[in-house]
């Protein structure tokens, strides 16, 4: 198994500022929840932004066909402790303390259900934005679709980044140079790029792993990102 380059995982900020913002509702103020209106959230011009050279409307959307992205709160904490310890993630520590610091320094942590069976699947973050529009997702999916439903969650969660903040960059940590592991597909991979390597960062199963900082752009997202949700969602 090739892990993913984690985060010490410790309530979630709420999201209640950026979703007024948006003119979205939100429910349980204790961690950020969405709940998503009715419709594809486009404006009737929104199709037309390719042409004008403007940038999209985005929507951030929380399901695909295939799975669904429901937000997670103290009461989620076991739940996403297990899809963790499934995976073998390095330096989790007890459950006791996972549960009493579970999302700290995100803006948004959701568990991920497989439609059909309503089993969680995974589990899926997104950290806070910085000053300069950058920040952090993370994707830790279990089971024998985990490959299937990369891509989904994947698109799903840098959408929600892009939606909901200011955001320039999306950084993905992971210990694999293979961007195709991401679950873009040909037509989209591009739109994921490189930008470092860390020589030996992280200890996991007996032995020291590179880094590779993964990126994707807004600029990149506006079209790539759009087209791929237009397929998925």
């Not at 568990?111 to 997104?126: A, F, H, M, N, Y």
């Amino acid at each position: 198994m090739t892990p993913i380059a984690g985060r010490a995982y410790g309530p979630v900020i709420p999201l209640a500022q950026a979703m007024r913002r948006r003119g979205l509702p939100h429910c349980r103020p204790h961690f950020p929840a969405v709940r998503i209106p009715e419709g594809r959230g486009r404006t009737p011009a929104d199709g037309d932004h390719r042409e004008r050279g403007e940038c999209p409307m985005f929507f951030p959307h929380t399901e695909t066909r295939r799975v669904a992205l429901r937000p997670a709160g103290a009461d989620d904490a076991a739940a996403a402790y297990e899809v963790l310890l499934r995976l073998g993630t390095a330096g989790l520590p007890v459950l006791d303390v996972f549960t009493q610091t579970f999302g700290e320094g995100l803006a948004a942590c959701f568990l991920v259900r497989d439609k059909d069976t309503d089993e969680v699947v995974g589990l899926s973050t997104v950290s806070a934005v910085n000053p300069a529009g950058h920040l952090r997702i993370e994707v830790h999916l279990t089971g024998d679709t985990a490959g299937e439903i990369s891509g989904d969650v994947h698109a799903l969660t840098a959408n929600f980044a892009f939606s909901m903040w200011r955001t320039r960059k999306v950084y993905i940590h992971r210990t694999s140079p293979d961007t195709r592991a991401i679950g873009f597909g040909d037509a989209h991979e591009a739109m994921v790029r490189t930008e470092a390597i860390l020589p030996e960062h992280t200890y996991f199963h007996g032995r020291l792993w590179d880094v590779h900082v993964l990126a994707i752009h807004r600029e990149d997202w506006n079209t790539h990102g759009v087209a791929l949700l237009e397929k998925i969602v």
